[in-house]
T-cell receptor
């Protein structure tokens, strides 16, 4: 079945760039997502990239997709303490399972930003 | 803009007790999902519903049942709670293969 892998922790200094990496196995993925989960809250969509794109930039966020290696990364420029959260990589398949396009999530990367 | 609403937010149960977690969405989505989140395990799919009237098992369905009452509501029932079911439960909804929208979660402790 589909699998999404991420490292569990990343620690950076405030003001530095953070890069969170993700690998996935489903070559038929259509959308690839980054979600952010703040303490005590649900997941919220941060950004996404369609599988025929290589890069997407949105203010401080840059998403890079290497489809050949099935590697996705999220770069946060000028990381702030408010960026401390768990970041989940997710993908949805091209084909539905019984009518539902079940998203598959990685285990999440805890980003810790220290002064 | 309510989005996905889960109740209750917190619950403590004794082993063997039953309870139902409620979820409702107001975005007219066809698909709804129940996940559990445990430390180091990420999100694991319990059950999902592709449309009103259909439900299917996910990765970890044992000990749970679900009901898709109508297009808006998808409930998760624990018939006889066990300590292994202590977790944070998230309901989500989505349309086709676009993003999933999540509720705020239910923090369940079984003692």
């Amino acid at each position: 079945g589909e699998d999404v892998e991420q490292s569990l922790f990343l620690s950076v200094r405030e003001g530095d760039s953070s890069v969170i990496n993700c690998t996935y196995t489903d070559s038929s993925s259509t959308y690839l997502y980054w979600y952010k989960q703040e303490p005590g809250a649900g997941l919220q969509l941060l950004t996404y990239i369609f599988s025929n794109m290589d890069m997407k930039q949105d203010q401080r966020l840059t998403v890079l997709l290497n489809k050949k290696d099935k590697h996705l990364s999220l770069r946060i420029a000028d990381t702030q303490t408010g960026d401390s959260a768990i970041y989940f990589c997710a993908e949805t398949p091209l084909f539905s399972s019984g009518g539902s396009y079940i998203p598959t999530f990685g285990r999440g990367t805890s980003l810790i930003v220290h002064p | 803009n309510a989005g996905v609403t889960q109740t209750p937010k917190f619950q403590v149960l004794k082993t063997g007790q039953s309870m139902t977690l409620q979820c409702a969405q107001d975005m007219n989505h066809n698909s709804m999902y129940w996940y559990r989140q445990d430390p180091g395990m990420g999100l694991r799919l319990i059950y999902y519903s592709a449309s009103e009237g259909t439900t299917d098992k996910g990765e970890v369905p044992n000990g749970y049942n679900v009901s898709r009452l109508n297009k808006r509501e998808f409930s998760l029932r624990l018939e006889s709670a066990a300590p292994s079911q202590t977790s944070v439960y998230f309901c989500a909804s989505g349309q086709a293969n676009t993003e999933a929208f999540f509720g705020q979660g239910t923090r369940l402790t079984v003692v």
